[in-house]
């Protein structure tokens, strides 16, 4: 069975510009999360979908974030204009839509660097 | 205050030796409680759940004190494959919410 897949593995990007970072859950995975480590910090959670639906987007920073699951399949989270304080490493997790213990499961992550 | 908190190390061991990771969490209500390990560059993966009763996956021990809000995993017979980071990791379970909160990670290296 595939894992949950990230592209790019790496974005460089100059201030001010967009990037786009695409998530394919698990197939069959209902719940879509966004987490972001961002340098000699923990990982955190930026916002959760139950198919096509914000279920909470709580951990989302500011505005300038845009997360979408179109059709309840794969999500795309688009940061536009992008900081330099946006450079992390960007996961993405899946999990079953009734999952005895919330396990999720987790992308290869896509590295952004703004510059 | 941060919602999970570990002791980041490093903790430096020679094969064989046993170690012990600790970590503290802030919600009382937290219902789902795991340690993730994730390698250098890596995405994190599970290593295992932690239950009320404590768990055990071969040299692996795990245990939760809810009382205490205390998590612990204990690695005995250490191999150099061990070597990695890990990750406390508290959920909210609740019907609709599924975040995860991180601890920031606990770096062992097993040395030969």
């Known amino acids: 069975e595939a894992g949950v897949t990230q592209f790019p593995s790496h974005s460089v990007i100059e201030k001010g510009q967009t990037v786009t970072l695409r998530c394919d859950p698990i197939?069959?995975?209902?719940?879509l999360y966004w987490y972001r480590r961002v340098m000699g910090k923990e990982i955190k959670f930026l916002l959760h979908f139950v198919k096509e639906s914000k279920q909470d987007e709580s951990g989302m920073p500011n505005n300038r974030f845009l997360a979408e699951r179109t059709g309840g399949t794969y999500s795309t989270l688009k940061v536009q204009p992008a900081e330099l304080e946006d450079s992390g490493v960007y996961f993405c997790?899946?999990?079953?839509?009734?999952?005895?213990?919330?396990?999720?499961?987790f992308g290869p992550g896509t590295r952004l660097t703004v510059l | 205050r941060k919602e999970v908190e570990q002791d980041p190390g490093p903790f430096n061991v020679p094969e064989g030796a046993t170690v012990a990771f600790n970590c503290t969490y802030s919600?009382?209500?937290?219902?789902?409680f795991f340690w993730y390990r994730q390698d250098c560059r890596k995405e994190p993966k599970l290593l295992m759940s932690?239950?009320?009763s404590g768990n055990e996956d071969g040299r692996f021990t795990a245990q939760l004190n809810r009382a205490s809000q205390y998590i612990s995993l204990l690695i005995r017979d250490s191999k150099l494959s061990d070597s990695a980071t890990y990750l406390c990791v508290v959920g909210d379970r609740g019907s609709t919410l599924g975040r995860l909160y991180f601890g920031r990670g606990t770096q062992l290296t097993v040395w030969p």
């Open positions: 919600n009382s209500a937290s219902q789902s």
């Open positions: 997790a899946s999990s079953q839509r009734r999952t005895a213990n919330n396990e999720q499961f």
């Open positions: 932690v239950y009320s």
């Open positions: 197939s069959g995975h209902d719940n």
